[in-house]
């Protein structure tokens, strides 16, 4: 699996558009990018998954470039309960036969 | 979407006992996976539980302390064995539900006293 790097921490305000990148220049070409939210107790949750280009959902958008070494999550107008640890994963989508390798995450603090 | 259970959600116990997390899902799946989360770090997977075979652990985890038990395709424990301080974590169970992605418990709180 491609590692990834992410800032450690980032802070916001209500409102706001919030742009966490994610840094993986070992990506190999079967590779997808997911991102995954976690709340204080709780088990992480699916946010969005993409190959290349742009890929846009309900709660946020993923841009991802053209060389594919790294991405970005968008959230647009947060709020409070955006705050949580926000993990970049890397590696080949769905079967099912391997777990998932957890970087650091990046701890979003959402300010009103 | 489906629904994964854990139980308990937490537990407070003593060193050099044993305690065992159950995980249920509403749907079959094949794979059942465990991860360790240690206070204020990422997750750690420990093991992958097949239905009807033996678990496949990760390095730095056996058996012998994280036995594994997957008796059909919606059901799966996790023992941790002969507790010590260190064990306290959340762990989590995780299931793959679709094409895009992976499926978490609610965890189980442990804290070893």
């Known amino acids: 699996l491609a590692k990834t790097t992410q800032p450690i921490s980032m802070d916001s305000y209500e409102g706001q558009e919030v742009n966490i990148t994610c840094s993986h220049n070992?990506?190999?070409?079967?590779?997808?990018i997911t991102w995954y939210q976690q709340f204080p107790s709780q088990g992480p949750r699916f946010i969005i998954q993409?190959?290349?280009t742009k890929v846009t959902n309900e709660v946020a958008s993923l841009f991802i470039p053209a060389d594919r070494k790294s991405s970005t999550l968008s959230l647009p107008r947060v709020s409070l309960s955006d705050t949580a640890v926000y993990y970049c994963?890397?590696?080949?989508?769905?079967?099912?036969?391997?777990?998932?390798?957890f970087g650091k995450g990046t701890h979003l603090i959402i300010q009103p | 979407s489906a629904v994964i259970s854990q139980k308990p959600s937490r537990d407070i116990c003593q060193r050099g006992t044993s305690l065992t997390i159950q995980c249920q899902v509403d749907?079959?799946?094949?794979?059942m996976f465990w991860y360790r989360q240690q206070p204020g770090q990422s997750l750690t997977l420990i093991a992958t539980?097949?239905?009807?075979?033996?678990?496949?652990?990760e390095s730095g985890f056996v058996i012998d302390k994280f036995p594994i038990s997957r008796p059909n395709l919606t059901f799966s424990t996790l023992t941790v064995s002969n507790m010590s301080p260190e064990d306290s974590s959340i762990y989590l169970c995780?299931?793959?539900?679709?094409?895009?992605?992976?499926?978490f418990g609610s965890g189980t709180r442990l804290t070893v006293v």
């Open positions: 749907s079959q799946v094949t794979m």
């Open positions: 994963l890397v590696g080949e989508t769905g079967g099912g036969a391997d777990g998932l390798t």
């Open positions: 539980a097949n239905q009807g075979s033996e678990a496949t652990y």
């Open positions: 995780s299931v793959v539900l679709s094409l895009y992605g992976y499926t």
């Open positions: 070992n990506i190999a070409t079967n590779d997808y």
């Open positions: 993409g190959y290349k």
